[in-house]
């Protein structure tokens, strides 16, 4: 097939020969092993011509498919075994790359000794592929940029308040008590509501909150001064649940879980550095380091 391939490409069987390093007497050779076995003319020859047959044209865009499938696989298993080394670039969230995203990275440079990495916590949108980023780990759902993406687990969500809150505070039994609670809001500017989910059930709150904070680190450390309810991912929220100090309220009910996806240029040919940072960032969404 390479050798019909590169005869039909240069139009000669010379030149191909030259170009795949034998003589133009194999080249003819082969081409005709092959016509023989097909039992069709792929070519016809003159002294000074050489054209493809309507058979051959067909059989040249098939062999063409094949031999680019072979070479994509060739290369992936090639990505796939060399050994993950370089400078790693990425950029995540502020608070979910602190949280979450650090632990990460000392698990990556532990696993990978060659690499280095430089990471970039911010809450604006990074176009990696203008600066220079291999990877961004993205919270929310996704804009439709181009990019290639691979999910990698959920964030999911409770409402919490220190106990001390809750004993001095109204009853609090169903969605609708929480109008009478003092609500701790991590909010953009604009927003006003919770839209609580519980299985099929869906519930949306307006929210006066006591407190509007533009970070889920403050909206957690408000409740544990006690001063309302918020809402938290569970694997921020659940150490302070076990020690005691902070309670989940209404359990069950939440906003809908958050994707986490790790977003990079193209997944065909993933540099293993950033293959095996995506594919432990996967495995720790798995064991629970994010997804709680």
């Not at 006003?192 to 970070?215: D, I, Y």
């Not at 450390?221 to 991912?233: D, E, K, R, S, V």
């Amino acid at each position: 097939m390479r050798v019909f391939v590169a005869v039909v490409t240069d139009g000669s069987f010379t030149t191909a020969a030259d170009r795949l390093g034998t003589d133009k007497a194999r080249i003819s050779r082969i081409v005709s092993r092959m016509e023989k076995k097909l039992g069709a003319q792929l070519l016809t020859r003159s002294t000074r011509r050489l054209s493809v047959t309507e058979v051959g044209r067909d059989y040249f865009e098939r062999a063409m498919c094949i031999l680019t499938a072979a070479e994509a696989a060739e290369a992936a298993v090639a990505q796939q075994s060399r050994e993950p080394k370089g400078l790693l670039k990425l950029t995540a969230g502020s608070e979910f790359g602190t949280m979450v995203v650090d632990e990460w990275i000392a698990a990556f440079l532990r696993m990978a000794p060659k690499v280095t990495v430089e990471a970039e916590y911010t809450n604006r949108l990074v176009d990696i592929i203008h600066e220079g980023f291999d990877v961004a780990i993205r919270v929310g759902a996704l804009e439709d940029s181009g990019l290639s993406a691979r999910k990698l687990g959920e964030v999911s969500y409770g409402l919490y308040a220190a106990p001390g809150y809750l004993k001095r505070g109204p009853a609090l039994s169903a969605v609708g008590d929480l109008k009478r609670h003092n609500l701790i809001m991590k909010t953009t500017r604009g927003r006003s509501n919770w839209a609580l989910v519980n299985g099929e059930n869906t519930e949306k709150v307006t929210v006066s909150p006591r407190c509007a904070v533009n970070s889920t680190i403050a909206a957690k450390n408000l409740a544990l001064a006690g001063l309302g309810i918020t809402h938290l991912p569970r694997f921020m929220a659940e150490p302070y649940v076990a020690a005691g100090t902070l309670s989940c309220v209404l359990p069950g009910w939440a906003e809908a879980p958050a994707p986490v996806h790790a977003v990079f240029a193209s997944s065909r040919y993933m540099d293993p550095k950033v293959r095996s940072f995506v594919d432990l960032c996967l495995s720790a969404f798995k064991d629970g380091g994010g997804s709680q």
